[in-house]
């Protein structure tokens, strides 16, 4: 309950946001700027969400950092000024940091918090929520802004609870940091966190062992300082980057090269590819060409140059051999960007061991068994992902409507319409949710767009009078459907990916996120303009529609 102020007649809060990640902090500020009692939950103990927890050495952001920032008010992009193209964790907790402060935000953020459990009341049109510190509070709107990266997958490794030595999970970096010297260690996952962390563990450990199970793709992020003229010269153009960006099709400026790779000759695409690799580095280089997520046969040929440019760096032609991905499909599994990763098994003091055929036997108190083979090691090292996308939603027992379990309604997969509300669980929104652009944009433009789409919809529905917003059923399935067509469109759905949930043992495998931010983008705007197209709005007063 609010200690600060009265209880409102209907309800504790107006507004309960879950998160205090960049989603969660925008959410709040503009829940206030309407006049809306709004509070904000939080695990952690301070702001930044993935920011606060993904502290391992070498993370960083590999979006651009003139980009992936806040544009919701002129001054605070004015004022801030990024060190680098690519900042690092700590200057993007900084940042955080410095908007919570800044807009007054701490006051309505409650840290150290975990919320259970989040019940609807069909009569009252409040949800209560229960948090781990034994309270409940109601509110009329419940709004997740949990992330889409936010719980960890932490596969169940035989003997683990056994093992003598110190663990650690990237996604859960201790906060103090972690000093490898003298340290033989190991780290399982070869995905953006893993890769971001092998040249720092490896430059600090006496040996690093790095076990692979499936070979990734990554090219070198060319980060860089970002001198004052750059960042004054961005600066100068914010509004017209912002706006370009929100046409963008991942909203954010890749300096799409709006040519089909098969459309040129061979030494074309090669010049292209090299120019990408050396000069724009990072995901820029998936818009060399305009088809390399649409086409097997254009994909193929940026997979080649990637797998030559590994046997090129890599000097071991056995490591070299493990490390490039084989019949790959690039972007498949989201591209890696990288600052010395291949490089870094150059170094004497750097091992790697292939778990594709034969996967991590047992762990045993000393170290990893594979193959009948002993790996003996002081630390390990997990960079195993997430429960990308629904993980967060569902750590929560959310029941709608009648007592519907979220958990039960999304066991095949979660079901939404347009990634921000789903059918019997009224008045609850989703910042970024499964079926909506998300993880396949630039986060801060997803956040930005779903905020603003989220209050002005509060903004419509207390102007209204209506108390209930929920999607219809049908909109919802015509939704999901189309979530999975456009992907089917694309190489998405060719691999095994966290896009698919298909890298936790026993989650449905549906394609989760939306492909193409802009056509998101003009849906949103044509549903809004249609009175809230596909939403079963209920006014004051009236007793549950039927049509729900
Ligand atoms: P990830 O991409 O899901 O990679 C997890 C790795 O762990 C994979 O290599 C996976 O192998 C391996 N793995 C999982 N279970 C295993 C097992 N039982 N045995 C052996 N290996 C196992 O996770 P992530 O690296 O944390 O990245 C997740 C996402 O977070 C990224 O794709 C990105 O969107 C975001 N991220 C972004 C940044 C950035 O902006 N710079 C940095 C870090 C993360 P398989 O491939 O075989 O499943």
């Given amino acids: 309950m609010d200690d600060r102020s009265p209880i409102t007649s209907k309800s504790d809060f107006d507004a309960i946001v879950v998160g205090a990640g960049f989603a969660g902090m925008f959410m709040l500020h503009r829940l206030r700027q309407q006049g809306l009692k709004a509070r904000v939950f939080e695990r952690g103990s301070g702001v930044g969400g993935t920011w606060f927890w993904n502290r391992y050495p070498g993370a960083r ?89 936010s719980v960890a997958n932490k596969p ?54 790095v076990f692979q199970r ?23 153009r914010y509004g017209e980057l912002r706006n ?36 724009h580095g990072g995901l820029h280089f998936m818009a060399a060409f305009n088809d390399l997520m649409f086409n097997s046969e254009a994909n193929k040929t940026v997979a080649e140059f990637i797998v030559e440019k590994i046997h090129g760096v890599v000097k071991d032609p056995k490591k070299a051999e493990i490390l490039a991905p084989k019949n790959g499909v690039v972007g498949c599994k989201r591209l890696c960007s990288d600052t010395g990763y291949f490089e870094t098994f150059n170094r004497d003091n750097v091992d790697l061991v ?5 996967p991590i036997e047992e762990i045993t108190a000393t170290g990893i068994r594979v193959d009948g083979v002993d790996y003996p090691v002081d630390d390990i090292v997990f960079a195993t992902g997430f429960d990308a996308m629904t993980g967060a939603m569902l750590g929560v027992d959310i029941r709608g409507r009648n007592g519907e379990s979220l958990r039960d309604k999304w ?9 921000l509300q789903t059918v019997g669980f009224p008045n609850l929104f989703m910042v970024t949710g499964p079926g909506s652009p998300s993880v396949l944009s630039n986060m801060m433009v997803s956040i930005d767009q779903h905020v603003n789409l989220i209050s002005d919809t509060i903004r419509h529905l207390e102007s209204a009078g209506i108390v209930e917003i929920e999607p219809e059923a049908a909109a919802e399935d ?28 026993g989650k449905t495998r549906v394609f989760m996120p939306y ?34």
């Fill in 244 to 279: 370009f960006t929100y046409q963008q099709p991942f909203a954010t400026d890749f300096h799409m090269n709006d040519v089909p790779a098969m459309s040129v000759s061979a030494e074309e695409r090669r010049r292209v590819y090299e120019e990408r690799w050396n000069q």
């Fill in 156 to 209: 169940k490794f035989a003997g683990l609870d056994g093992f003598k030595g110190r663990v650690f999970y990237t996604s859960d970096w201790p906060h103090e940091g972690v000093d490898f010297t003298g340290h033989r260690v190991a780290l399982i996952g070869t995905g953006s966190s893993g890769i971001q962390s092998t040249p720092h563990i490896a430059a600090q450990a006496t040996r690093l062992t």
């Fill in 478 to 505: 015509a939704w999901v459907n189309h979530v999975n067509e456009v992907a089917d469109l694309t190489v998405y759905p060719s691999c095994n990916s966290w896009y698919l949930g298909s890298n936790v043992p």
């Fill in 61 to 149: 952001c590999d979006t651009e950092s003139m980009e992936y920032s806040y544009q919701f008010d002129d001054a605070l992009q004015q004022e801030w000024n990024w060190p680098e193209r690519y900042s690092a964790q700590p200057e993007i907790l900084k940042y955080a940091n410095h908007v919570a402060d800044r807009y007054d935000l701490r006051p309505d953020l409650q840290f150290n918090t975990k919320v259970l459990s989040a019940t609807f009341d069909d009569t009252r049109h409040l949800w209560t929520i229960a948090t781990d510190d034994g309270k409940a509070v109601t509110t009329r709107y419940f709004i997740m802004a949990t992330g889409t990266l």
């Fill in 214 to 236: 499936t070979p990734n793709f990554s090219v070198p992020a060319n980060n860089r300082g970002l001198s004052e003229e750059e960042r004054n010269a961005t600066k100068a």
């Fill in 354 to 358: 292939d778990v594709s055929k034969s």
């Fill in 411 to 419: 066991a095949a997969g979660p079901r939404t319409y347009l990634g």
């Fill in 515 to 548: 492909v193409g931010f802009n056509t998101y983008v003009a849906k949103c705007e044509e549903v809004v303009a249609k009175g809230y197209e596909g939403f079963v709005l209920v006014p004051s007063g009236k007793k549950e529609t039927a049509s729900v």
